[in-house]
Every structure is written in structure tokens, then in C-alpha cells.
């Protein structure tokens, strides 16, 4: 008898719980979790993790530029983040004499460190619940743009106070669950801050945009910066005189490696998911914005690597806009896949139908899936018009450019090749033509179409030998203005109501969960702020009959090194350092580790992310996802869903053997 009872209530608790590697917790809220992290390894404390009493975990971990995340890794401000993350201010740096991009660049001294102008370093100070300051004032019945308005003043009362006039700090209350609840976060902003190191591309871009995304992976994904600060150790702008930044915490490195089943954590900014969509929401993305958006960009990538395949110097124009377009291009498919995969539409279906039947005589939540239902069949037709106008209108290269009003010209003309944007130019418009119905077409558009006859005509008097910039500005202009009229309104406003109604539906799946007693604990979808999330080390298979173990080495590096091809050519050092089988104290079974996988939830923002075991040191940098597990920014599937870090082992190495930059290895403290 007793038996049974146990094991009923071990099947409830397998079916109503999410998985232990799902999830983004906010640092602040983590003693909802430390038990569940502790159980499965992690030695330390919830205020090890975060605290605004003593120094913590957080106190490592930056928000680098607007986009990545990045960590301390000495007392002496030494920072590491990923390659990409770091790439502008790489290429920046960059000329034909020194080409910093392509051989890479490593400062043999403090005074050859690299200033970067624009590029910041955000530490959190702290965050912290303002829901009750944001909402003060707030009526029941209070009309949606009222509420709108309250929150915005109070928001920039709450900024307002928590800076206090500290130019050195910045202050953003932002919603979580849909507007439920809102959070404060106050940031320390470093704006010196200098390039200290980057491997070569051909280490730090290894495999380029045909390993993106995937496993296994071989890329030597890192690049190495220095916040400067005043001698009060507080932010400064550049200065000869600035010293290195003395960081409250930086992590110590744990070079006894990693095997399959250890602890993880990764502690970053991932920017935007949405893991409590309504099923019709997931359906748009798979079945038609995803298709469409891949379809318009594989004309792009067709045209662009036809054209630089022909020319060297065509190249290097479309290097990187080729790797941005390919990036979401490849990422879209894999999501795509993996919500048809997972049956996601299906399971949400049968899940919105449950919370129907229980929402029945409960006024707040009865009318939710209907509502939602309607809400986005009215909006079916113009949510693809508006990834047309995104993805095909306004992507031709020198529209866009004329619609900016020429800003950073000399910018725009380095990296321009014109037979590459006219044949964008023809191919898009041509699929904006034969896609989108005829009433949501821009009139201008139909008008401009008949009068030259074709889309070549059209892009003949477009692309003249010096490009036709007033007729690329009137195209901007009107089919814009078109879609603003035309287009938007409905899309706004409907939009508006169903950003409401998940205000709604989201406190209605708690109450759900609390009634049905699920036990879930939910988490916020990421916004850009500071998240942990947990797992293990752990292999994948992503077919049948196919299983991927989780630890990658320098001898794939070598197995996939081909001279011929330009993304998989290492440098003449690396092949000798493998042949002399040179690796110092970096050797694992007779190889170095480059890269491993993990269950991790991270997503776009993540790289540069640290990577911890279970005494918060520091063994990777993450700095991707699987492919087969790209959707979890709207599923997870804890058997799929991969997050790949770079071996900290093998940035040492690279520092160490290829590089020769010993004095960078003295400042990091390495547990070995
Ligand atoms: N997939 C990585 C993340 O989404 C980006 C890697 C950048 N490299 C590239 N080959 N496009 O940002
Ligand atoms: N590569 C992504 C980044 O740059 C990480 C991811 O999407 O997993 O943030």
C-alpha cells in the first residue's frame, strides 16, 4: 500500500514538473531555487550567487556593450567575452598594414591595450521588486493607455531616485510577466575600456556560419578586454591616467576540466524569449514567419555568396553582413524544426483547452482562449505583410541607406557592392510582389511596377552607374509611409490588446498551476537582464541512431583543418603546436578541449557568459546553441536543448603556447 502511494505520487510529481534545466532565474529571487541548484551539485550559497551585503558571484559578471555578456577574470579588471561579441571593435582596430581580424592581436604590455570609444561595461549594483511603486495610482478599470502612461511616470520617478544625479550610474525598470510585476536595475557603467587580446578568425571564428549553430564545434570563440577606471576606482572617460579596475569579485579558473554529468551554471544577460506564448502565436512563427523570413533571406545569402566567391575584396565587403543575415537565417530553421519537432503547437493546444474548461464561471479568464484566437486570426495576413516590409522592402541594402537619411556614408560605401544589392533589390521585391495580397500591397509600389514594365526595368533606373539615391529615398518613403497608414494601426492596437490579455492568461496559468497543484515554478521570460540558469554537462542525440558526445578537442580542430577552404584554414602555429604535440599544462589525454555542451537555458545575449562548476569557478564561455535545440527560446526540451561554451582550457592554451602572452596567464588565477 504504502508502495503505491510513493510511486503515485512520484508519477504526479514526473508529470507536472518542468524540467530542472529549464529555465532563467532572476539573481534576486534564486532562494526560490538554491535547494534544487544544491541538490544537484552547486556547493555554494543562494547569497554566494547575489547579494548587496557582501561581494557575490553577480559582482563578476558584466553586461559587455548592448548585446553580450562578459566577466572578470582578475583583480587587475582583465575581462573575457566571446570573439564575436568582440568583433566590431577588433575590426575597428583593423587596416591592411595590421590586420587584427586576421592574425589576430595580443598587447605585450599595458600601454599597448586598445581603447574602444562606445563600448561599455555594465556592472548591476543591485535589482529589486517595484511593483507597487510602478503601479501607485493604478484603478481597477483603469483603460490600458492610462496604465501605460501611470507606469511610465513612475518608472522615470523610480530611475530618478535610485541615481540620485550619479552620472556613473544607469537605472531601467522593466516588466516581467507581461507587466504583473516590475523589477528596478541600477548599473555602474565603465567606459574605458581597451582590447587587450583576440585570437586570429580562423581560431576565433573557426567552421564561420557553416558550424554556426551546431555541434560538435571546434571555434576558439574569445577575446580579452581591460576596464579602466579613475584612481578612486570608479567609472572614467579614457584617460592616460585611468589604472585598471580593481572588481569587487572576478572568478578563479578550474583547469581540472570537466567530464559528462558535472555542474554547471551560466550567469548572463540572455535577451528575448517567449516561453508562455498562446499556440496560434507558435504557429505563425513555424509554419509561416519563419518559412517566409528563411525564403527571403536564402535570395540574400545565394546572391551575396555568388558574389563573393568571384572577388576577394567582395569578400571581405560582406564578411560580416553575411554572417548577420546568415546567423538568424540558420537559427530560424532550427526553431522552426524543433516546434514541429516537439509537437509544440499540439501540446499547447491541449493545454489551452484544459485551462478553457478550468477557467469556465471565472469572469477574468473565461473569455482568455477565445479571445486570443480572434485576436490573432485578425492579424494572420498583416503579421506577414509586416515581415515582408522588414525582410524584403526595407532590406535592399541602399533603400534602407536613403531611408536613414545617408547617415555614415563613407561607412555605408566601404562595405558596399551595388550587383549584389541590385539583385537583392529584383529578387525581394519580386517576392514582396508575388507573396503579399494585392490589397495590403503599397499602391506606390503597384504604380512604380507598372510603369517601368519589370522588376529589372525598376532596378535598372534604381542602380545607375552613380546609384539613384533620390529614387531610393522616395521608395523608402512611400512604402513605409503606406505601411504606417495602412498596416500598423490594426497591427498596434491589436497588438496592444494581446499584450494585455497575456497580463491576464499569464496570472491565469499560476492560478492554474496552484489549483491543479502543478508545483511548477515559473520564471520570467528573458528581457535583457541578469539570469542564472543550471544544468550539467551532457551529450545530445539529435537523430536516430546519432549520439553526440559532449566534449570537443584539438584534434577535430585538425581533422576539419583545410587550407583550401578559407573558414576551416588554421594558422601555420596551431598545426605545429599539434604536431609537436606542445601543450604544456593545457593537455588532457593527449589533446587540448576546445569546446563542450550543456543543458543550460540560455539565448541570444548569453554569449560571453561564464560558464561556473559547482564551487563558481570558471570553466567556459559560452557562446552558442545547438541547432536541433534553437527553439527553446519559445520550447525547451531538455533531452535537445544544448548550450555551448569554449573550454576555458583552450583559451589558456591559446594565450599560453600561441600567443606567448604569459603575463596575461600570471593575472588569472588558475585552480589546477
Ligand atoms: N550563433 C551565435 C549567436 O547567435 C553567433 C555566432 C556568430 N558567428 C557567425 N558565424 N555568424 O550569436
Ligand atoms: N550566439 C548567441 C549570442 O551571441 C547565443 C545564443 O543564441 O545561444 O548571444
Redesign the pocket.
Given at each position: 500500500m504504502k508502495k503505491i502511494v510513493i510511486l503515485l505520487a512520484l508519477m504526479l510529481m514526473g508529470a507536472t514538473q518542468i524540467h530542472a534545466d529549464e529555465g532563467m532565474w532572476l539573481p534576486s529571487e534564486i532562494l526560490k531555487k538554491i535547494k534544487d541548484i544544491q541538490s544537484q551539485g552547486f556547493k555554494l550559497s543562494a547569497e554566494d550567487i547575489y547579494s548587496v551585503n557582501q561581494s557575490s558571484l553577480k559582482d563578476a559578471v558584466v553586461r559587455f556593450g548592448s548585446?553580450?555578456t562578459g566577466e572578470l577574470i582578475s583583480s587587475e579588471g582583465l575581462l573575457i567575452t566571446?570573439h564575436?561579441?568582440g568583433y566590431g571593435q577588433i575590426q575597428s582596430h583593423s587596416s591592411v598594414e595590421h590586420d587584427y581580424l586576421k592574425d589576430g592581436f595580443w598587447a605585450m604590455s599595458r600601454a599597448e591595450e586598445l581603447p574602444n570609444p562606445g563600448l561599455t561595461v555594465s556592472f548591476l549594483e543591485y535589482m529589486t521588486d517595484v511593483t507597487d511603486e510602478v503601479l501607485k495610482g493604478y484603478k481597477k478599470n483603469m483603460t490600458e493607455e492610462k496604465r501605460i502612461a501611470l507606469v511610465e511616470k513612475n518608472s522615470r520617478k523610480i530611475e530618478e531616485k535610485a541615481i540620485k544625479g550619479n552620472a556613473n550610474l544607469q537605472a531601467f525598470v522593466k516588466p516581467i510577466y507581461y507587466g504583473n510585476q516590475y523589477f528596478l536595475f541600477v548599473y555602474k557603467v565603465y567606459t574605458d575600456v581597451r582590447l587587450v587580446g583576440a585570437p586570429p578568425s580562423s581560431i576565433g571564428k573557426f567552421g564561420g556560419d557553416t558550424d554556426n549553430w551546431m555541434w560538435p564545434r571546434h571555434t576558439g570563440d574569445f577575446s580579452l578586454f581591460r576596464v579602466y577606471a579613475g584612481a578612486d576606482n570608479e567609472p572614467a572617460a579614457y584617460s592616460e591616467k585611468n589604472v585598471p579596475f580593481r572588481p569587487k569579485k572576478f572568478f578563479k579558473v578550474n583547469a581540472k576540466g570537466i567530464k559528462e554529468g558535472d555542474f554547471t551554471m551560466v550567469y548572463g544577460f540572455p535577451?528575448r524569449t517567449n516561453e508562455y506564448l498562446f499556440s496560434e502565436a507558435v504557429k505563425y512563427t513555424a509554419l509561416t514567419s519563419n518559412p517566409h523570413k528563411i525564403a527571403l533571406r536564402t535570395l540574400r545569402l545565394n546572391i551575396q555568396r555568388e558574389e563573393m566567391n568571384k572577388d576577394q575584396a567582395v569578400r571581405i565587403k560582406y564578411a560580416s553582413k553575411n554572417a548577420s543575415v546568415s546567423n538568424a537565417w540558420k537559427?530560424w530553421q532550427g526553431e522552426a524544426k524543433g516546434i514541429l519537432r516537439m509537437k509544440a503547437i499540439e501540446n499547447k493546444q491541449a493545454f489551452e483547452a484544459q485551462f478553457d474548461q478550468w477557467a469556465e464561471g471565472k469572469p477574468e479568464y473565461e473569455q482568455v482562449v477565445e479571445r486570443f484566437k480572434e485576436l490573432y486570426a485578425s492579424i494572420e495576413e498583416l503579421s506577414l505583410v509586416n515581415d515582408y516590409q522588414v525582410e524584403a522592402l526595407n532590406a535592399v541594402e541602399l533603400i534602407a541607406f536613403a531611408g536613414r537619411g545617408q547617415a555614415n556614408a563613407e561607412k555605408f560605401y566601404k562595405d558596399y557592392y551595388m550587383p549584389i544589392d541590385k539583385a537583392s533589390f529584383i529578387a525581394l521585391y519580386k517576392a514582396y510582389d508575388k507573396n503579399i495580397a494585392d490589397k495590403f500591397k503599397s499602391p506606390y509600389f503597384k504604380e512604380q511596377l507598372q510603369k517601368y514594365g519589370s522588376m529589372e526595368n525598376w532596378a535598372d533606373s534604381l542602380f545607375t552607374e552613380t546609384p539613384n539615391l533620390a529614387m531610393a529615398e522616395e521608395i523608402y518613403q512611400e512604402t513605409n509611409a503606406w505601411f504606417k497608414a495602412h498596416i500598423a494601426p490594426t497591427l498596434l492596437s491589436v497588438n496592444k490588446e494581446i499584450t494585455l490579455l497575456y497580463r491576464t492568461y499569464m496570472r491565469g496559468m499560476m492560478e492554474y498551476n496552484e489549483a491543479t497543484g502543478g508545483g511548477k515554478i515559473f520564471y520570467p521570460d528573458a528581457n535583457s537582464t541578469l539570469r542564472v540558469t543550471y544544468g550539467q554537462v551532457k551529450g545530445y542525440k539529435p537523430a536516430d541512431a546519432i549520439y553526440y558526445t559532449p566534449v570537443s578537442s584539438l584534434d577535430g580542430v585538425i581533422e576539419k583543418d583545410n587550407p583550401e577552404i578559407y573558414d576551416y584554414n588554421i594558422p601555420q602555429k596551431l598545426r605545429d603546436l599539434h604536431a609537436a604535440k606542445d601543450y604544456g599544462r593545457w593537455e588532457v589525454d593527449g589533446s587540448v578541449p576546445v569546446a563542450f555542451i550543456a543543458t543550460n537555458h540560455?539565448?541570444?545575449?548569453?554569449?560571453g557568459s561564464p560558464v561556473l562548476d559547482a564551487d563558481g569557478n570558471l570553466i567556459g564561455v559560452?557562446?552558442?546553441?545547438v541547432w536541433e535545440g534553437t527553439m527553446s527560446d519559445v520550447v525547451y526540451d531538455p533531452e535537445i536543448c544544448r548550450?555551448i561554451a569554449l573550454d576555458i582550457r583552450f583559451a589558456l592554451f591559446i594565450i599560453d603556447k600561441l600567443a606567448g602572452a604569459k603575463h596575461l596567464l600570471d593575472e588569472i588565477e588558475v585552480v589546477q
Amino acid at each position: 500500500m504504502k508502495k503505491i502511494v510513493i510511486l503515485l505520487a512520484l508519477m504526479l510529481m514526473g508529470a507536472t514538473q518542468i524540467h530542472a534545466d529549464e529555465g532563467m532565474w532572476l539573481p534576486s529571487e534564486i532562494l526560490k531555487k538554491i535547494k534544487d541548484i544544491q541538490s544537484q551539485g552547486f556547493k555554494l550559497s543562494a547569497e554566494d550567487i547575489y547579494s548587496v551585503n557582501q561581494s557575490s558571484l553577480k559582482d563578476a559578471v558584466v553586461r559587455f556593450g548592448s548585446g553580450c555578456t562578459g566577466e572578470l577574470i582578475s583583480s587587475e579588471g582583465l575581462l573575457i567575452t566571446n570573439h564575436h561579441c568582440g568583433y566590431g571593435q577588433i575590426q575597428s582596430h583593423s587596416s591592411v598594414e595590421h590586420d587584427y581580424l586576421k592574425d589576430g592581436f595580443w598587447a605585450m604590455s599595458r600601454a599597448e591595450e586598445l581603447p574602444n570609444p562606445g563600448l561599455t561595461v555594465s556592472f548591476l549594483e543591485y535589482m529589486t521588486d517595484v511593483t507597487d511603486e510602478v503601479l501607485k495610482g493604478y484603478k481597477k478599470n483603469m483603460t490600458e493607455e492610462k496604465r501605460i502612461a501611470l507606469v511610465e511616470k513612475n518608472s522615470r520617478k523610480i530611475e530618478e531616485k535610485a541615481i540620485k544625479g550619479n552620472a556613473n550610474l544607469q537605472a531601467f525598470v522593466k516588466p516581467i510577466y507581461y507587466g504583473n510585476q516590475y523589477f528596478l536595475f541600477v548599473y555602474k557603467v565603465y567606459t574605458d575600456v581597451r582590447l587587450v587580446g583576440a585570437p586570429p578568425s580562423s581560431i576565433g571564428k573557426f567552421g564561420g556560419d557553416t558550424d554556426n549553430w551546431m555541434w560538435p564545434r571546434h571555434t576558439g570563440d574569445f577575446s580579452l578586454f581591460r576596464v579602466y577606471a579613475g584612481a578612486d576606482n570608479e567609472p572614467a572617460a579614457y584617460s592616460e591616467k585611468n589604472v585598471p579596475f580593481r572588481p569587487k569579485k572576478f572568478f578563479k579558473v578550474n583547469a581540472k576540466g570537466i567530464k559528462e554529468g558535472d555542474f554547471t551554471m551560466v550567469y548572463g544577460f540572455p535577451g528575448r524569449t517567449n516561453e508562455y506564448l498562446f499556440s496560434e502565436a507558435v504557429k505563425y512563427t513555424a509554419l509561416t514567419s519563419n518559412p517566409h523570413k528563411i525564403a527571403l533571406r536564402t535570395l540574400r545569402l545565394n546572391i551575396q555568396r555568388e558574389e563573393m566567391n568571384k572577388d576577394q575584396a567582395v569578400r571581405i565587403k560582406y564578411a560580416s553582413k553575411n554572417a548577420s543575415v546568415s546567423n538568424a537565417w540558420k537559427k530560424w530553421q532550427g526553431e522552426a524544426k524543433g516546434i514541429l519537432r516537439m509537437k509544440a503547437i499540439e501540446n499547447k493546444q491541449a493545454f489551452e483547452a484544459q485551462f478553457d474548461q478550468w477557467a469556465e464561471g471565472k469572469p477574468e479568464y473565461e473569455q482568455v482562449v477565445e479571445r486570443f484566437k480572434e485576436l490573432y486570426a485578425s492579424i494572420e495576413e498583416l503579421s506577414l505583410v509586416n515581415d515582408y516590409q522588414v525582410e524584403a522592402l526595407n532590406a535592399v541594402e541602399l533603400i534602407a541607406f536613403a531611408g536613414r537619411g545617408q547617415a555614415n556614408a563613407e561607412k555605408f560605401y566601404k562595405d558596399y557592392y551595388m550587383p549584389i544589392d541590385k539583385a537583392s533589390f529584383i529578387a525581394l521585391y519580386k517576392a514582396y510582389d508575388k507573396n503579399i495580397a494585392d490589397k495590403f500591397k503599397s499602391p506606390y509600389f503597384k504604380e512604380q511596377l507598372q510603369k517601368y514594365g519589370s522588376m529589372e526595368n525598376w532596378a535598372d533606373s534604381l542602380f545607375t552607374e552613380t546609384p539613384n539615391l533620390a529614387m531610393a529615398e522616395e521608395i523608402y518613403q512611400e512604402t513605409n509611409a503606406w505601411f504606417k497608414a495602412h498596416i500598423a494601426p490594426t497591427l498596434l492596437s491589436v497588438n496592444k490588446e494581446i499584450t494585455l490579455l497575456y497580463r491576464t492568461y499569464m496570472r491565469g496559468m499560476m492560478e492554474y498551476n496552484e489549483a491543479t497543484g502543478g508545483g511548477k515554478i515559473f520564471y520570467p521570460d528573458a528581457n535583457s537582464t541578469l539570469r542564472v540558469t543550471y544544468g550539467q554537462v551532457k551529450g545530445y542525440k539529435p537523430a536516430d541512431a546519432i549520439y553526440y558526445t559532449p566534449v570537443s578537442s584539438l584534434d577535430g580542430v585538425i581533422e576539419k583543418d583545410n587550407p583550401e577552404i578559407y573558414d576551416y584554414n588554421i594558422p601555420q602555429k596551431l598545426r605545429d603546436l599539434h604536431a609537436a604535440k606542445d601543450y604544456g599544462r593545457w593537455e588532457v589525454d593527449g589533446s587540448v578541449p576546445v569546446a563542450f555542451i550543456a543543458t543550460n537555458h540560455t539565448s541570444g545575449g548569453n554569449s560571453g557568459s561564464p560558464v561556473l562548476d559547482a564551487d563558481g569557478n570558471l570553466i567556459g564561455v559560452n557562446f552558442d546553441r545547438v541547432w536541433e535545440g534553437t527553439m527553446s527560446d519559445v520550447v525547451y526540451d531538455p533531452e535537445i536543448c544544448r548550450n555551448i561554451a569554449l573550454d576555458i582550457r583552450f583559451a589558456l592554451f591559446i594565450i599560453d603556447k600561441l600567443a606567448g602572452a604569459k603575463h596575461l596567464l600570471d593575472e588569472i588565477e588558475v585552480v589546477q
